[in-house]
């Protein structure tokens, strides 16, 4: 359970993480003019531009990327003092649970390239944020990726709130702003923030079952020995997000038109595995082409609810909720 805090605290909403995914900082700006359109569920609900320098350079990030700057280790060191990482601290000095306006709970919202439609991503498996998520999912029928396990992949923002994750939309291009994206991110918000009112009033009612994508692996293009790509992305991958992949299944072809197929370790043999954020414009440098998952069904423990209950209980409201 999350101790008691001595002021009550707000839902943190972040825009912007990464500076040129332009849709959620576009509805950040929406929500600011007319704020009546998050106070329907009464909860009070912060509004913060995650990287405002990128953002004004329409950049990803500035020198590293804010959205890997959060390892307890990184925020400790002294000697690190790249602008994102100064920027993830500020973020948690004036936002995190023992900050001055504290938040107990983020929603980090993000756009893609790849064709991941209205997706949720959690790190790891916290109690608080399987409950979040299962009833967003229970509401919307969002997919969910469970990334874990990956020791090149940390410092995720959402990983230092109490309960928090991620709302990823797409395909839409970089520094592109699409109606379609905003309203996807924007219906998946709202939807947050009914859960945790439901749960703040001991309303809350989980489906039985979890569906979650679990993360296995990335696959990076074939690369010659410069470094420089061999192949690229076979087409009928391209935008196949979500959709099984078994062995032998062609994931990338050369320019010669030769197709390389999907192989996968023996202990997977037999089984198929769901793609996500196939080719993602952004993970080219971090050497990713696409992850693989393995799709689990799991049963809703009833330690869940309690956790979000007990987090929800702890957030401050604003007017009357309908």
Not at 31 to 43: K, N, V, Y
Not at 201 to 227: I, N, T
Not at 250 to 272: Q, R
Not at 274 to 295: C, D, H, M, Q
Request: hydrophobic fraction near 45%; include cysteine.
């Amino acid at each position: 359970m999350i101790s008691q805090i001595v002021k009550p605290a707000q839902v943190l909403v972040v825009a912007g993480t990464h500076g040129n995914e332009r849709n959620s900082p576009w509805l950040l700006e929406h929500w600011r003019r007319q704020p009546e359109a998050l106070q329907r569920h009464g909860l009070d609900v912060a509004l913060v531009l995650g990287n405002p320098a990128a953002h004004k350079v329409n950049q990803r990030y500035v020198e590293r990327d804010l959205n890997r700057c959060f390892s307890p280790e990184l925020l400790a060191d002294s000697s690190r003092n790249e602008a994102d990482l100064q920027r993830a601290r500020q973020l948690l000095a004036c936002h995190g649970p023992d900050a001055e306006a504290p938040a107990l709970v983020v929603l980090d919202l993000h756009s893609t390239t790849s064709a991941m439609g209205n997706s949720l991503v959690l790190y790891g498996r916290r109690p608080a944020d399987l409950a979040l998520a299962a009833g967003l999912q229970g509401e919307l029928g969002l997919p969910i990726y469970l990334h874990e396990a990956d020791a090149s992949q940390t410092g995720f923002l959402v990983e230092r709130w109490p309960c928090g994750l991620v709302i990823e939309v797409g395909p839409v291009p970089q520094g592109v702003i699409q109606a379609q994206i905003c309203r996807q991110s924007q219906l998946a918000v709202e939807a947050a923030l009914a859960v945790l009112a439901a749960a703040q009033r001991g309303r809350l009612r989980l489906p039985a079952e979890l569906v979650v994508h679990c993360h296995l692996g990335s696959l990076d293009l074939p690369r010659h020995p410069d470094g420089s790509p061999a192949a690229c992305l076979h087409p009928e991958l391209q935008h196949r997000d979500w959709r099984p992949l078994r062995a032998g299944d062609p994931v990338f072809v050369d320019p010669c038109g030769k197709e390389i197929g999907l192989a996968l370790p023996p202990d997977l043999a037999g089984e198929s595995v769901w793609p996500v954020f196939v080719n993602e414009a952004a993970y080219g440098e971090k050497g990713i082409a696409l992850s693989l998952t393995r799709r689990e069904c799991w049963p809703v423990g009833p330690d869940w609810l309690l956790a979000l209950t007990d987090i929800a209980s702890q957030l401050a409201q604003r007017g009357a909720p309908l």
